[in-house]
């Protein structure tokens, strides 16, 4: 049977909706975790149909479409365009996305095969990224030092002090004056984590930044360092391993930034 003529189902498309989340996890982590959120309900919106089209992935508008999971004729949350369609028929054009242009425009012919070689074409960037994916599958760590969770996966809280007064004027209790406080709770263990603020957390979320103390590394720099080994041969010393550090902590830059900065 003809890709083009049956209706995908959801497990055709999800290797591309992974190999997509793995392009957002390096380009930004935090459209990543919205992205994921989406993806793992199997709610296809325009936001998800915009990466696709984005990434020339016409099978996941095809399924969206063909399933009826999204009618693209209803207003764009960008105001810029009159409709979901106009908008990703504008992304597919700037970014080259020609298979997903020429489906949007109902070129048939051409989808047929444009489908069939994205399908095929994805599943070798599956393998590929599969590969790469052994160091490449990373994800932020920080152990809550009570229960030694990884809370970037299980969870943190924040409390809010949330002030009442009798106001006079409207002649009931309302809101006198709201506070963050700074304090960081772990949610597997209920536990205050000491020494650490939401702000860090984020900043061991981004790839540009320090996974042990959250400093900006496209700000404070990288050091390159070079391990010696004694030679007993020639009594010389020879440089074997070369790793990429934070100029302030020293931590070591995981597998992700190194490929992120092209090192
Ligand atoms: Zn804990
Ligand atoms: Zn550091």
């Known amino acids: 049977m003809k890709i083009n003529e049956k209706t995908l189902d959801f497990s055709h498309i999800s290797k591309d909706l992974d190999n997509i989340s793995k392009k957002l996890y390096l380009e930004?982590?935090?459209?990543?975790?919205?992205?994921?959120?989406?993806?793992?309900?199997?709610?296809?919106?325009?936001?998800?149909?915009?990466?696709?089209?984005?990434?020339n992935y016409v099978s996941i508008l095809k399924y969206a479409i063909d399933n009826d999971v999204i009618d693209i004729n209803t207003p764009s949350k960008n105001k810029s365009y009159s409709s979901i369609k106009e908008h990703l028929l504008a992304v597919?054009?700037?970014?080259?996305?020609?298979?997903?242009?020429?489906?949007?425009?109902?070129?048939?012919?051409?989808?047929?095969?444009d489908i069939e070689e994205n399908i095929n074409k994805?599943?070798?960037?599956?393998?590929?990224?599969?590969?790469?994916?052994?160091?490449?599958?990373?994800?932020?760590?920080?152990?809550?030092?009570?229960?030694?969770?990884?809370?970037?996966?299980?969870?943190?809280?924040v409390y809010?002090?949330?002030?009442?007064?009798?106001?006079?004027?409207?002649?009931?209790?309302?809101?006198?004056?709201?506070?963050?406080?700074?304090?960081?709770?772990?949610?597997?263990?209920?536990?205050?984590?000491?020494?650490?603020?939401?702000?860090?957390?984020?900043?061991?979320?981004?790839?540009?930044?320090?996974?042990?103390?959250?400093?900006?590394?496209?700000?404070?720099?990288i050091t390159e360092k070079i391990k010696m080994k004694f030679n007993e041969e020639d009594s010389k010393f020879i440089g074997n391993q070369k790793t990429y550090n934070c100029p302030s902590c020293d931590e070591e830059l995981n597998q992700s930034q190194i490929k992120y900065f092209n090192l």
């Not at 997903?100 to 070129?107: A, E, M, P, T």
Request: net charge negative; charged share 30%; glycine share 4%.
């Open 160 to 221: 809010e002090e949330i002030n009442f007064g009798f106001s006079q004027d409207k002649n009931k209790s309302d809101e006198l004056s709201r506070k963050r406080d700074s304090k960081v709770f772990c949610c597997n263990c209920n536990n205050n984590i000491d020494n650490v603020t939401t702000e860090l957390l984020e900043n061991i979320c981004s790839i540009h930044n320090c996974k042990k103390c959250g400093k900006d590394l496209t700000q404070i720099g």
């Open 92 to 113: 597919s054009r700037d970014y080259k996305s020609n298979n997903v242009y020429n489906y949007l425009n109902g070129d048939s012919e051409s989808v047929q095969n």
């Open 122 to 157: 994805s599943v070798e960037l599956n393998e590929i990224s599969e590969e790469e994916s052994k160091n490449n599958d990373y994800f932020p760590i920080f152990l809550c030092p009570h229960c030694n969770t990884n809370i970037l996966k299980s969870g943190y809280k």
């Open 28 to 55: 930004s982590p935090e459209i990543w975790i919205d992205f994921s959120d989406k993806v793992g309900e199997k709610k296809l919106d325009e936001m998800v149909l915009f990466y696709a089209s984005k990434f």
